[in-house]
């Protein structure tokens, strides 16, 4: 016999049964970014490499150790997406979505793909959730954008923390890039052997370290800095302001610098309370330099981007119901075998109607039927036997309350139809 095939390390397989929860949350994702007025964007999974490179930062984690590159077949360097952001700047300037009405507000769902360590909410292949704003420098898109991501975790109950910070512009990081350069580079021997190098081509990296020690230093080094020009001192000032505004709670974090080099301005992370390697639930920040950097006017940036696989984390480590409405409305049971065909006609007819409607095909005993039907989840079952067919009726069970009537064949899409509505108004939190 062949030995099986497993999986890529660090993916996973989103069976029924858990594929319901995702849907969930990607149509809440949908519905919310509508809205907020955001329309669908959808860009291909791989890319040149150097737009990464150029976009990403070529001295980050991301492009230095986490991403899967490969040459295709005429020997072109290609990457799957580690993150939107830089393909969504891409495709503003290609398809010069530039000439429209500004700002241009899209949000995306899908894969990407880093080369991590994979552990409980880290993966290889994951699922991100995410919105970006074409130009639009108001700092009030920068507190809506916040807003709207902690508005997105609150509707389903998550108690999570917001960090943010301004990580300055052009002008003004240089200097705290100065500042931790001369803090760090008389304790060397103590960073870590990547913060080393990271001391002489980004220093501003250490702050993002995974180890602590390195953070510690870093954070040392930063202490009581005020380093933002008066521009970004007052965007970020006017930035809290709006969140005050809005009732939205926030730590600021002047260490907080984010793993991507494309950063300007306002930073924010998301974080699960608590002391797990995997806190970040989702970011975002403002990249003002991007389109640029891409060919592209001079357009200010914004967005954020959600883990999925860690949104559901947070969820089930917080005990927050996932509504997940069960496959199926009605289920339909056989008292004979020659009902069989009548069966098949009644279903279509649900089908057509809009309902989530099956039978056994296994031609199992009527018994064995309702046992299917109880696992199937389905809210109600009809019943079809001959004596009440020859009287134009079918028995409509209620799988809840265990309840059986019978209803005229003629009416029982109706019947049913109505059932269904007032069962899921009163099971379903929410409807899609
Ligand atoms: P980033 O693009 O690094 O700012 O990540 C944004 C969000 O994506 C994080 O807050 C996580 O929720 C999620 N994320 C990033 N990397 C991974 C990964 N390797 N596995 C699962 N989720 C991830």
């Known amino acids: 016999m062949p030995s099986s095939i497993n999986r890529p390390r660090g993916t996973i397989d989103v069976l029924p049964g858990e594929v319901e929860k995702w849907q969930y949350v990607e149509e809440s994702f949908r519905r919310i970014c ?119 975790c609150r509707r389903f109950g998550l108690k999570l923390d917001l960090h943010i910070n301004s990580v300055g512009c052009g002008v003004c990081r240089p200097v705290m890039r100065e500042k931790l350069y001369a803090g760090l580079r008389t304790r060397l021997e103590d960073l870590c052997e990547d913060c ?16 602590k020690r390195c953070r510690g230093m870093a954070e040392e080094a930063a202490a009581g800095l005020n380093f933002l020009c008066p521009e970004c001192g007052d965007h970020f ?42 806190r970040s639930v989702g970011g975002g920040g403002r990249y003002d330099g991007l389109v640029e950097m891409f060919g592209g006017p001079p357009t200010p940036g914004i967005g954020y981007a959600m883990g999925l696989e860690r949104l559901l984390l947070v969820m089930q480590e917080q005990g927050l119901p996932v509504p997940c409405s069960g496959r199926l409305d009605v289920y339909i049971v056989t008292a004979e075998a020659e009902l069989e065909g009548k069966a098949l006609r009644l279903l279509q007819e649900l089908r057509g109607n809009g309902m989530h409607a099956d039978k056994d095909y296994a031609g199992r005993s009527m018994k064995a039927q309702l046992k299917q039907a109880g696992k199937s989840g389905a809210p109600f079952v009809v019943i079809l036997g001959s004596d009440e067919l020859r009287r134009g009726k079918v028995a409509l069970k209620d799988m809840l309350s265990g309840s059986q009537t019978e209803v005229p064949l003629a009416d029982l899409v109706a019947t049913v139809t109505g059932e269904i509505d007032t069962h899921f108004t009163k099971v379903r939190r929410f409807k899609g």
């Open 34 to 152: 509508r809205e907020y007025g955001y329309a669908e964007i959808r860009t291909p999974v791989f890319e040149y490499t150097e737009l990464f490179d150029r976009g990403v930062g070529e001295t980050t984690d991301i492009i230095e150790k986490e991403m899967y590159t490969f040459l295709d077949r005429s020997e072109r360097s290609l990457s799957l997406r580690p993150e939107g952001t830089a393909p969504i700047a891409r495709a503003y300037v290609e398809d010069k979505l530039f000439s429209g009405p500004q700002p241009v507000k899209v949000y995306y769902q899908g894969p990407m793909f880093r080369y991590d360590r994979p552990q409980a909410g880290r993966y290889r292949q994951f699922h991100q959730l995410g919105i970006e704003v074409f130009g639009a420098f108001s700092p009030a898109i920068d507190a809506e954008v916040i807003a709207m991501s902690m508005d997105f």
């Open 196 to 211: 080393r190098l990271r001391l002489e081509r980004n220093p501003l990296r250490i702050l993002d370290c995974k180890e």
């Open 237 to 278: 000032e006017k930035v809290r302001n709006y969140l005050d505004v809005l009732d939205v709670k926030y730590i600021v974090d002047h260490c907080l610098v984010r793993g991507l080099d494309y950063y300007t301005r306002t930073a924010f992370e998301i974080m699960a309370p608590g002391i797990g390697a995997q």
